[in-house]
């Protein structure tokens, strides 16, 4: 079953609108977890890093104030697009490691496909 | 974090094996290789992942020269639901969590 579990799995919103995005570690907890944008036929691409109980950490060329992480517990991070535009549409996927015997397995989320009318 | 050089795209029959090579010449002495499977409209899933020499699972086999500036991903016997795109990743692995930075892929594409 899912180990990491991301809702909704798609939205459709207005432009102007904000939108928020859960990932939940269902059986673990994660001090850290991850957020990807994927555009069609391409790579997924970092946008953040989301730490429980502190501030999250954007990689460059990501709007902070734009792309809004919280990361309150140790089994939820969400991520909020605010003031949403067209531009914005694109599936958003989450991860989260989990210790797996000797080493660390990245789980990552089933994906939020956004799409900003 | 070493890139990743993968071939774009690969075609395959069902039935054959298929190999899928990923340069990383700067990987570093701590970091592991891990290969990702992605469908369409969903997050990737973990294959495989190795520091050395071979790893087999039940679904893959990864090779790893003694060097580590390539591996090659084996997948035996592909079907039509293995076409995908594939990743191979190089990173830390620890139990503080690492940051994966995804290439470009190989989208594979089986044909009956």
């Known amino acids: 079953g899912a180990v990491v579990s991301q809702h909704p799995s798609r939205v459709i919103c207005k432009s102007g609108t904000s939108v928020k995005i859960e990932c939940r570690s269902l059986d673990f907890q994660a001090t850290t977890m991850f957020w990807y944008r994927q555009f069609p036929k391409q790579s997924l691409m970092l946008m953040a890093t989301s730490n429980e109980g502190s501030k999250a950490t954007y990689e460059q060329g990501v709007e902070k104030d734009k792309f809004l992480i919280n990361h309150a517990s140790l089994t939820l991070s969400t991520l909020t697009v605010t003031s949403a535009h067209p531009e914005d549409s694109s599936f958003y996927i989450c991860?989260?490691?989990?210790?797996?015997?000797?080493?660390?397995?990245?789980?990552f989320g089933q994906g939020t496909r956004l799409t900003v009318v | 974090l070493a890139k990743t050089t993968q071939p774009i795209s690969m075609d395959s029959y069902e039935g054959q094996e298929v190999n899928i090579t990923c340069s990383h010449n700067n990987i570093a002495t701590n970091d592991y290789i891990t290969w990702y499977q992605q469908f369409p409209s969903q997050g990737p899933r973990f294959i495989i992942q190795?520091?050395?020499t071979k790893v087999t699972n039940e679904v893959a086999s990864l090779f790893i020269p003694a060097d580590r500036k390539s591996s090659t991903l084996s997948l035996p016997r592909v079907s039509l639901s293995d076409t995908a795109v594939y990743y191979c990743l190089v990173g830390v692995s620890n139990t503080g969590g690492f940051k994966t930075i995804f290439g470009a892929g190989t989208r594979l594409f089986v044909k009956a």
């Open positions: 190795g520091y050395k």
């Open positions: 991860s989260a490691p989990k210790p797996t015997g000797r080493d660390t397995e990245a789980f």
